[in-house]
């Protein structure tokens, strides 16, 4: 199982970004991919969700607390998932991560880094 995030970077507060999730070695359209954030240095099992996607229809659950700033969406015939973030704010920074759980393990990509600054 291996995931690759990208298309993080330095952004101005109000701007947008998206990040882009990778996925290979399992069978991706199947699978509920996760997005977490967490404090660059510290584990990104402890960090926090931000949203779900799901397999079957592509629906998504994002916390309510980012519901009216960030979406996500899949593309299965890329086996990519991406995180839309948009009027990003100060405290948004933080590594962005991607995860699966399969095997009765959770995987997790090395993260992309995103730092909302003037």
């Known amino acids: 199982v291996r995931l690759v995030e990208s298309g993080g970077g330095l952004v101005q507060p109000g701007g947008s970004l998206t990040l882009s999730c990778e996925g290979s070695?399992?069978?991706?359209?199947?699978?509920?991919i996760s997005w977490y954030r967490q404090a660059p240095g510290k584990a990104p099992e402890l960090g926090d969700l931000?949203?779900?996607?799901?397999?079957?229809?592509?629906?998504?659950n994002v916390v309510e607390s980012l519901k009216d700033r960030f979406t996500a969406s899949r593309d299965n015939a890329k086996n990519t998932v991406y995180l839309q973030m948009t009027r990003l704010k100060i405290e948004d920074t933080a590594v962005y991560y991607c995860?699966?759980?399969?095997?009765?393990?959770?995987?997790w990509g090395q993260g992309t880094q995103v730092i909302v600054s003037t």
């Open positions: 995860t699966v759980f399969k095997g009765g393990n959770f995987h």
């Open positions: 070695g399992f069978d991706f359209s199947t699978s509920v």
């Open positions: 931000v949203v779900d996607i799901y397999n079957s229809d592509g629906s998504v």
